[in-house]
C-alpha cells in the first residue's frame, strides 16, 4: 500500500513543505506524482493535467489532501498482483490510460476494490459520483501531467478497449478467488464515528435555526427531525401537482426507472414514479387527522427509503409552500417542483445550505460568546441521538422509573424498538452502524449514574 505524509518542514522533503507527499510500500518516493501534487496545490497545473496555469491559485488543504488519497490509493491498485496478474508487479512509470479508465475503474464499480472487500471478502461497489469518478479523474490528470513533462516514456490515450477488456477478464477471474463463499459478517464501515462529533445541545441548535432565512431553515428542520441527508432532502422534497423533469440524481439509477419526460407528480407511495413526492396539505389539515404519512424517497446508494412524516411536520412544510416559497417562485417566472427555492426562484442548492449554515453559526457563536458548530451531518447525527435518548426516557417514565438512575440491561431493552426504527429512518443497512448511537448514550448521558458512583467513592475515600 501506499502511504500519503505530511510533512511539517521543508528539510522533511525539499520543496514540499505544508504539502503532503507520497510514499510506495517500498519505501520508494515517486518523485514526478509528488511533482504533480505540489504543482496542484500552489496552482501551478490545471485540474486535468493538461495545462499550466499562469496565475496560481493556491488549492486548500482538505483538497490537497484528498487528491494525495487518490493518488495512494491507485498506486496501491498498481501493487496489488491480482489487479493485473499478466503483469503481477506493474510499476507506476508503465501505467497505461486504459489501467486507470477500464480496469481500475471497473474494479471498484464491480467492488473488487474496496476496504470492505479485503476486510471480509464480500463485493462492494464504490459511489460512481463521490469516490469513483474523482478518483479516476485525478489519476489520469496525474499520468497526462507526467507524459507531457517526459517523466514517463509512453501514454497513448487512442489504445484502450480491446485491450482492457481482456485483461479485466484475467484481473476478475484472480480477484473471485479471493472473494467471500461464505455468509460473512461485514468488518468495515466508511461511516463516520458519533462518538467522534460532539453533539450540540438542543438550546444552540434553536440559536442556529433562528438565524436562518425561511428556505433554510425549513431544511434545518426537515434533517433534525427525520435524519435525512442533505442530498436526499433536497432532491426528495417535491411538490404534488406540479410538472417534473427528473434531475441526474434520479435518471443516473437502473432501478426504478423514471421517465426521462417531464410528467405530474401525484402523491401515491406504491408509485416508484412518484418517488420524493411530499404529502399533499389536505392529508394533515383535514379533520381527520391521520398519525403520519409515508414519504418514500430514493436514498444513497439508489436505495428506496420510507419514511414516516408526523402532522405537524407536513403543516409547517405547507406553510412555508404557500408564503416564502410562493414568493420565491414568482421571481424566477418558472415552475419548479422543488419544495426548497433559492432567493432567485431556482431550486435549492446543497452549497447554498452549506453557506448559510456556516453564516447562522458564526452569529449564533457571536452571539453566545463561544463556538457554535453545526452542520447537515451532525444534524442528523442529533437526529439519531435524540430521538433514541426520547424514546429510552420516555419508556423509563411510563414504568415509574428515574431515567438517571437506569441500568444497561434497562437501557438495551427500552432501546430495542427505538433502534429500528431510526435505523429504517437513517437508512442502514447494518444494524450495527446505528447500534453506535445507543453506545453513545450508554457511556455518556445515560450512564451518567456510573460516574456519580465513582464520584461518591473518590468522596468517601477523600481522593
Given at each position: 500500500m501506499a502511504h500519503v505524509r505530511y510533512p511539517k518542514y521543508s528539510k522533511v522533503v525539499p520543496g514540499l513543505a505544508g504539502c503532503p507527499y507520497i510514499l510506495t510500500d517500498a519505501g520508494e518516493y515517486p518523485e514526478p506524482i509528488n511533482f504533480f501534487l505540489q504543482d496542484r496545490w500552489e496552482g501551478l497545473v490545471s485540474f486535468d493535467g493538461r495545462d499550466d496555469l499562469d496565475d496560481a491559485w493556491r488549492i486548500g488543504k482538505h483538497a490537497v489532501a484528498k487528491l494525495a488519497d487518490h493518488l495512494a490509493n491507485f498506486i496501491s491498485w498498481t501493487e496489488f498482483p491480482q489487479a493485473h496478474p499478466w503483469v503481477p508487479k506493474l510499476h507506476w512509470k508503465d501505467v497505461q490510460p486504459h489501467h486507470i479508465r477500464y480496469l481500475y475503474k471497473e474494479h471498484m464499480v464491480a467492488g473488487y476494490w474496496s476496504q470492505e472487500f479485503f476486510a471480509s471478502g464480500i463485493v462492494t461497489s464504490l459511489s460512481p459520483a463521490s469516490t469513483i469518478k474523482p478518483r479516476v479523474r485525478d489519476n489520469m490528470a496525474c499520468w497526462r501531467f507526467m507524459a507531457r513533462n517526459k517523466?514517463?516514456?509512453?501514454?497513448?490515450?487512442?489504445?484502450?478497449?480491446?485491450?482492457?477488456?481482456a485483461e479485466l477478464r484475467k484481473s476478475v477471474a484472480a480477484l473471485d478467488q479471493l472473494k467471500?463463499?461464505?455468509?460473512?459478517?461485514?468488518?468495515?464501515?466508511?461511516?463516520?464515528?458519533?462518538?467522534t462529533i460532539v453533539l450540540p445541545p438542543i438550546d444552540?441548535?434553536?440559536?442556529?435555526?433562528?438565524?436562518?432565512?425561511?428556505?433554510?431553515?425549513?431544511?434545518?428542520?426537515?434533517?433534525?427531525?427525520?435524519?435525512?441527508?442533505?442530498?436526499?432532502?433536497?432532491?426528495?422534497?417535491?411538490?404534488?401537482?406540479?410538472?417534473?423533469?427528473?434531475?441526474e440524481y434520479f435518471l443516473k439509477v437502473s432501478k426504478p426507472h423514471?421517465?426521462?419526460?417531464?410528467?405530474?407528480?401525484?402523491?401515491d407511495p406504491s408509485d416508484d414514479s412518484m418517488i420524493g413526492v411530499l404529502p399533499?396539505?389536505?392529508?394533515?389539515?383535514?379533520?381527520?387527522?391521520?398519525?403520519?404519512?409515508?414519504?418514500?424517497?430514493?436514498?444513497?446508494?439508489?436505495?428506496?427509503?420510507?419514511?414516516?412524516?408526523l402532522p405537524s411536520l407536513i403543516r409547517n412544510i405547507w406553510r412555508y409552500a404557500a408564503t416564502e416559497r410562493l414568493e420565491r417562485a414568482r421571481k424566477s417566472g418558472r415552475s419548479y417542483p422543488n419544495l426548497l427555492l433559492d432567493r432567485l426562484g431556482r431550486p435549492?442548492?446543497?452549497?447554498?445550505?452549506?453557506?448559510?449554515?456556516?453564516?447562522?453559526?458564526?452569529?449564533?457563536?457571536?452571539?453566545?460568546?463561544?463556538?457554535?458548530?453545526?452542520?447537515?451531518?451532525i444534524l442528523r447525527h442529533a437526529f439519531a441521538c435524540f430521538f433514541l435518548e426520547a424514546c429510552i426516557i420516555g419508556k423509563a417514565k411510563d414504568e415509574g422509573l428515574d431515567p438517571h438512575l437506569l441500568t444497561l440491561s434497562q437501557i438495551n431493552e427500552f432501546a430495542e424498538g427505538p433502534i429500528l426504527i431510526i435505523k429504517e429512518d437513517l437508512g442502514h443497512v447494518f444494524i450495527e452502524t446505528t447500534m453506535r448511537y445507543l453506545h453513545l448514550l450508554k457511556t455518556g448521558k445515560l450512564g451518567f449514574q456510573y460516574h456519580r458512583l465513582w464520584n461518591e467513592f473518590l468522596d468517601k475515600e477523600g481522593v
Amino acid at each position: 500500500m501506499a502511504h500519503v505524509r505530511y510533512p511539517k518542514y521543508s528539510k522533511v522533503v525539499p520543496g514540499l513543505a505544508g504539502c503532503p507527499y507520497i510514499l510506495t510500500d517500498a519505501g520508494e518516493y515517486p518523485e514526478p506524482i509528488n511533482f504533480f501534487l505540489q504543482d496542484r496545490w500552489e496552482g501551478l497545473v490545471s485540474f486535468d493535467g493538461r495545462d499550466d496555469l499562469d496565475d496560481a491559485w493556491r488549492i486548500g488543504k482538505h483538497a490537497v489532501a484528498k487528491l494525495a488519497d487518490h493518488l495512494a490509493n491507485f498506486i496501491s491498485w498498481t501493487e496489488f498482483p491480482q489487479a493485473h496478474p499478466w503483469v503481477p508487479k506493474l510499476h507506476w512509470k508503465d501505467v497505461q490510460p486504459h489501467h486507470i479508465r477500464y480496469l481500475y475503474k471497473e474494479h471498484m464499480v464491480a467492488g473488487y476494490w474496496s476496504q470492505e472487500f479485503f476486510a471480509s471478502g464480500i463485493v462492494t461497489s464504490l459511489s460512481p459520483a463521490s469516490t469513483i469518478k474523482p478518483r479516476v479523474r485525478d489519476n489520469m490528470a496525474c499520468w497526462r501531467f507526467m507524459a507531457r513533462n517526459k517523466f514517463i516514456a509512453h501514454w497513448d490515450e487512442t489504445e484502450v478497449e480491446g485491450r482492457a477488456s481482456a485483461e479485466l477478464r484475467k484481473s476478475v477471474a484472480a480477484l473471485d478467488q479471493l472473494k467471500s463463499t461464505e455468509q460473512t459478517v461485514r468488518k468495515y464501515t466508511t461511516r463516520q464515528n458519533p462518538r467522534t462529533i460532539v453533539l450540540p445541545p438542543i438550546d444552540d441548535l434553536r440559536a442556529v435555526c433562528g438565524e436562518l432565512s425561511a428556505t433554510p431553515q425549513c431544511l434545518f428542520r426537515l434533517i433534525l427531525s427525520r435524519g435525512y441527508r442533505l442530498q436526499e432532502a433536497i432532491e426528495n422534497t417535491l411538490l404534488p401537482g406540479e410538472l417534473c423533469q427528473r434531475t441526474e440524481y434520479f435518471l443516473k439509477v437502473s432501478k426504478p426507472h423514471f421517465p426521462s419526460r417531464p410528467y405530474i407528480l401525484q402523491y401515491d407511495p406504491s408509485d416508484d414514479s412518484m418517488i420524493g413526492v411530499l404529502p399533499p396539505p389536505d392529508s394533515v389539515f383535514g379533520a381527520n387527522e391521520p398519525m403520519g404519512k409515508p414519504h418514500v424517497i430514493l436514498g444513497k446508494g439508489s436505495k428506496i427509503r420510507r419514511i414516516e412524516l408526523l402532522p405537524s411536520l407536513i403543516r409547517n412544510i405547507w406553510r412555508y409552500a404557500a408564503t416564502e416559497r410562493l414568493e420565491r417562485a414568482r421571481k424566477s417566472g418558472r415552475s419548479y417542483p422543488n419544495l426548497l427555492l433559492d432567493r432567485l426562484g431556482r431550486p435549492y442548492s446543497v452549497t447554498a445550505f452549506s453557506r448559510a449554515l456556516l453564516v447562522a453559526c458564526r452569529r449564533a457563536s457571536r452571539k453566545a460568546g463561544r463556538k457554535i458548530k453545526v452542520t447537515a451531518h451532525i444534524l442528523r447525527h442529533a437526529f439519531a441521538c435524540f430521538f433514541l435518548e426520547a424514546c429510552i426516557i420516555g419508556k423509563a417514565k411510563d414504568e415509574g422509573l428515574d431515567p438517571h438512575l437506569l441500568t444497561l440491561s434497562q437501557i438495551n431493552e427500552f432501546a430495542e424498538g427505538p433502534i429500528l426504527i431510526i435505523k429504517e429512518d437513517l437508512g442502514h443497512v447494518f444494524i450495527e452502524t446505528t447500534m453506535r448511537y445507543l453506545h453513545l448514550l450508554k457511556t455518556g448521558k445515560l450512564g451518567f449514574q456510573y460516574h456519580r458512583l465513582w464520584n461518591e467513592f473518590l468522596d468517601k475515600e477523600g481522593v
